[in-house]
Nanobody, 119 residues
Framework: QVQLVESGGSLVQPGGSLRLSCAVS????????MGWYRQAPGKQRELVAA???????SYADSVKGRFTISRDNAKNTVYLQMNNLKPEDTAVYYC?????????????WGQGTQVTVSS
């Protein structure tokens, strides 16, 4: 059973930056393609950024050029650097494996970390 622990969310003004972290308790973490997802109130969870085991990245159009996903396999951790934040980025952010690659995410989800962008 994988455990996912997200952190780093906060209240930030528009145009601000945050760095999210996700610690993953999974052996051979390094082989998994990972993703950051977010869920805003009343909306479905969406994948916003993904990174392969080799370090290739992809982004949703809504965050491209503003968000950067990275990983540290030695620490079993995936990061999301978020710059130029907008109110529409307000959501609970989660990490999990990239569901597009495996057909589904891991069943277990972490508690998520709240990002609120507001003046």
């Amino acid at each position: 059973q994988v455990q996912l622990v997200e952190s780093g969310g906060s209240l930030v003004q528009p145009g601000g930056s945050l760095r999210l972290s996700c610690a993953v308790s999974k052996t051979v973490f390094s082989i998994y393609a990972m993703g950051w997802y977010r869920q805003a109130p009343g909306k479905q969870r969406e994948l916003v950024a993904a990174i392969t085991s080799g370090g290739s990245t992809s982004y949703a159009d809504s965050v491209k050029g503003r968000f950067t996903i990275s990983r540290d396999n030695a620490k079993n951790t995936v990061y999301l650097q978020m710059n130029n934040l907008k109110p529409e980025d307000t959501a609970v952010y989660y990490c999990n494996r990239d569901a597009r690659k495996y057909g589904s995410s891991w069943t277990s989800w972490g508690q998520g970390t709240q990002v609120t962008v507001s003046s």
